[in-house]
């Protein structure tokens, strides 16, 4: 089956379903009329420096306070600075958030200002080349590192995404070239503007979706939202895009919602338990510190096979647990108590399977390790809210 993005409105939210092989793995939920923050660039104002945990706090917009991390934040951009040594309180720095505020957590800034675009990421703070890990072929990787030279500047580096190993060079420098403009306008802008002002908008939580599938996967984008399909039509004109690809959905009395069934896998998405095809299910548990998942077998299994049908249920489980962080948004810490398996070679492949499922996950997503307790131990990079939030917020 294609893979498609089905976009459309439900209650006050405009709903973003990435749907592969007929089934929804991630959601994304945004208020029409809210704008998120994640991914714009602020003219921002030092408010504290906290020296305990090396970070500052600093006012990105009238009344936006984010986190800042001295660690992470080595090199400032200045806009007005009171002392030449360090960063103090009441300069003034470029900055973009790279974390929206995820439960009591405020939103976090980085003087690293990424431009991603559908090939190439543009980034002022790592001066150097990158090639995506995905990128198999050594000869293609070459290529587009020499590339990447023609144009790398001592002020940004260049990490070619997944996407370009299928991009022609005209593709990729076509875009390089607007990245470049875009960070180069913002720059000088930058310098004329006053604190605590926006100086660039993120697009909106669905386009970003769209830049971010693999090009040789996404075949349909369908939405029955006119002003969605307008802002969708823009960015695919905008990027050289195939504009085939979209399509408004208008049919008298029949609804997007109700052909995908979008509604209902919403509702099950926030649902502690999740049903397997087999019997078992999973409990799903968010905590403030981790998100716990226990795997079940639902029903008592006994006899000469009970190691392999716990596998069974394992492998199932891991297959499952890997839409579910998608779908859910899970982030952070994720520890998942599976069914104890008494033979080492059913853990290794239960942590093979693990391993090979996370790796079709967009955000990074790592599996450190089983415990001596026998639980598996998963951490996934914490970009925007969970589903939860998304969905609750008003």
Same mark, same amino acid.
């Given at each position: 089956?294609?893979?498609?993005?089905?976009?459309?409105?439900?209650?006050?939210?405009?709903?973003?379903?990435? !749907?592969?092989?007929?089934?929804?793995?991630?959601? %994304?939920? &945004?208020?029409?009329?809210?704008?998120?923050?994640?991914?714009?660039?602020?003219?921002?104002?030092?408010?504290?420096?906290?020296?305990? !945990?090396? #970070?500052?706090?600093?006012?990105?917009?009238?009344?936006? !306070?984010?986190?800042?991390?001295?660690?992470?934040?080595?090199?400032?951009?200045?806009?007005?600075?009171?002392?030449?040594?360090?960063?103090?309180?009441?300069?003034?720095?470029?900055?973009?958030?790279?974390?929206?505020?995820?439960?009591?957590?405020?939103? #976090?800034?980085?003087?690293?200002?990424?431009?991603?675009?559908?090939?190439?990421?543009?980034?002022?703070?790592? %001066?150097?080349? /990158?090639?995506?890990?995905?990128?198999?072929?050594?000869?293609?990787? /070459?290529?587009?590192?020499?590339?990447?030279? *023609?144009?790398?500047?001592?002020?940004?580096?260049?990490?070619?995404?997944?996407?370009?190993?299928?991009?022609?060079?005209?593709?990729?420098?076509?875009?390089? &070239?607007?990245?470049?403009?875009?960070?180069?306008?913002?720059?000088?802008?930058?310098?004329?503007?006053?604190?605590?002002?926006?100086?660039?908008?993120?697009?909106?939580?669905?386009?970003?979706? !769209?830049?971010?599938?693999?090009?040789?996967?996404?075949?349909?984008?369908?939405?029955? *939202?006119?002003?969605?399909?307008?802002?969708?039509?823009?960015?695919?004109?905008?990027?050289?895009?195939? &504009?085939?690809?979209?399509?408004?959905?208008?049919?008298?009395?029949?609804?997007?919602?109700?052909?995908?069934?979008?509604?209902?896998?919403?509702?099950?998405?926030?649902?502690?338990?999740?049903?397997?095809?087999?019997?078992?299910?999973?409990?799903?548990?968010?905590? &403030?510190?981790?998100?716990?998942?226990?795997?079940?077998?639902?029903?008592?299994?006994?006899?000469?096979?009970?190691?392999?049908?716990?596998?069974?249920?394992?492998?199932?489980?891991?297959?499952?647990?890997?839409?579910?962080?998608?779908?859910?948004?899970?982030?952070?810490?994720?520890?998942?108590?599976?069914?104890?398996?008494?033979?080492?070679?059913?853990?290794?492949?239960?942590?093979?399977?693990?391993?090979?499922?996370?790796?079709?996950?967009?955000?990074?997503?790592?599996?450190?390790?089983?415990?001596?307790?026998?639980?598996?131990?998963?951490?996934?990079?914490?970009?925007?809210?969970?589903?939860?939030?998304?969905?609750?917020?008003?």
């Amino acid at each position: 089956m294609s893979d498609k993005i089905v976009i459309t409105r439900i209650e006050d939210k405009i709903v973003t379903a990435m !749907i592969e092989q007929g089934k929804i793995v991630e959601f %994304h939920c &945004e208020r029409s009329e809210d704008k998120s923050i994640l991914g714009n660039i602020y003219t921002a104002k030092v408010k504290n420096i906290v020296k305990n !945990i090396n #970070a500052a706090f600093i006012e990105a917009a009238d009344g936006i !306070i984010c986190y800042y991390s001295l660690t992470e934040n080595q090199r400032h951009h200045f806009l007005k600075q009171v002392n030449r040594d360090y960063l103090v309180q009441e300069d003034e720095i470029l900055v973009q958030v790279n974390r929206e505020n995820i439960k009591t957590k405020q939103p #976090a800034a980085t003087a690293n200002l990424n431009f991603t675009g559908k090939y190439l990421v543009l980034t002022s703070q790592k %001066h150097q080349i /990158g090639i995506s890990k995905k990128i198999r072929d050594s000869k293609r990787a /070459g290529e587009l590192k020499k590339l990447a030279e *023609q144009f790398v500047r001592p002020d940004f580096g260049i990490i070619m995404r997944t996407n370009a190993e299928m991009a022609s060079d005209d593709e990729i420098l076509k875009e390089a &070239e607007q990245l470049i403009h875009r960070f180069d306008r913002i720059c000088q802008k930058a310098v004329c503007r006053k604190a605590c002002q926006l100086v660039y908008e993120a697009p909106k939580g669905y386009l970003s979706l !769209i830049r971010d599938q693999k090009q040789t996967c996404l075949n349909e984008i369908i939405t029955d *939202q006119s002003d969605v399909y307008d802002a969708v039509l823009a960015y695919l004109e905008e990027t050289g895009e195939e &504009e085939k690809v979209l399509q408004l959905f208008q049919k008298d009395g029949i609804r997007l919602d109700q052909i995908y069934r979008i509604s209902h896998e919403l509702k099950q998405a926030l649902q502690e338990k999740v049903w397997l095809k087999s019997g078992g299910y999973l409990v799903i548990q968010p905590t &403030e510190a981790m998100t716990v998942i226990d795997v079940n077998t639902g029903k008592a299994i006994k006899g000469k096979h009970m190691e392999k049908n716990f596998l069974k249920t394992n492998l199932e489980a891991a297959e499952e647990i890997g839409r579910q962080l998608r779908l859910r948004n899970l982030s952070g810490i994720i520890i998942v108590d599976f069914i104890d398996m008494k033979e080492t070679e059913s853990e290794e492949r239960l942590m093979n399977k693990m391993r090979d499922i996370l790796k079709k996950d967009r955000i990074k997503t790592v599996l450190v390790d089983m415990t001596g307790l026998h639980l598996v131990e998963i951490t996934r990079k914490k970009v925007r809210k969970p589903l939860l939030e998304q969905w609750r917020e008003r």
